[in-house]
């Protein structure tokens, strides 16, 4: 609202229009706000491209997918429990004939590549499933994640940029505030990452 104030010069105690803006960019001020939102759309797409590039490369090539991790029985607040993590191999038994046994299975499921496998299995598996409530769960998750992901990137990308060409005016105090806000964006995405893996790789118990 505010905005729109400021745009278009309303005064809400006159109800007038008053000049702030020159009126050859008045004429064109339709104009001027389709470009606006056409290039927000743009960006908006490419922060969502670069995201998940880097994500994929920075992070899942260094430091293995969350589905590697869940699988291996990593971390302390999100995790599958241990008779969920029994059915989800024992699926993976039952649809993969190169795997004769639960011990072989047990270390096969742990590598990155059949990680990966499994999870591209139960992602497809997820569409299958009839539970409304494992749906409107699932899309929660997605959502949740997604936004996590390109909010923390695209701070990153931002912060970078605004402290190359700024670098000369900024202080201790600076760089201390945006360590502490990257710390937060980043272990949010990471969270999101995880339930929403979880939840896909649930998918195999039901």
């Known amino acids: 609202m505010l905005a729109l104030i400021i745009f278009f010069g309303y005064d809400p105690i006159r109800y007038q229009m008053r000049t702030y803006v020159p009126a050859d960019i008045k004429e064109y001020s339709s104009i001027v706000l389709i470009i606006f939102l056409v290039l927000s759309f743009l960006i908006g797409y490419l922060n969502d491209s670069l995201s998940s590039w880097l994500e994929h490369y920075l992070i899942y090539r260094v430091m293995g997918t969350p589905t590697l991790r869940l699988l291996r029985g990593r971390g302390d607040r999100i995790f599958i429990a241990n008779a969920d993590l029994q059915k989800i191999r024992f699926f993976y038994l039952s649809i993969n004939q190169n795997i004769r046994s639960v011990r072989a299975l047990h270390g096969f499921s742990k590598s990155r590549r059949n990680a990966f496998s499994l999870f591209k299995i139960a992602n497809s598996r997820k569409d299958s499933i009839v539970s409304d409530s494992y749906h409107r769960k699932l899309s929660e998750c997605y959502r949740a994640y997604i936004f996590a ?48 893996s979880k939840v896909v790789l649930l998918s195999c118990c039901h």
């Open 149 to 196: 992901r390109n909010i923390f990137f695209a701070y990153c990308i931002s912060a970078i940029l605004v402290t190359i060409s700024m670098s000369d005016q900024f202080d201790v105090k600076y760089y201390i505030v945006m360590f502490f806000i990257f710390l937060i964006l980043m272990l949010r995405r990471k969270d999101r990452s995880y339930y929403y």
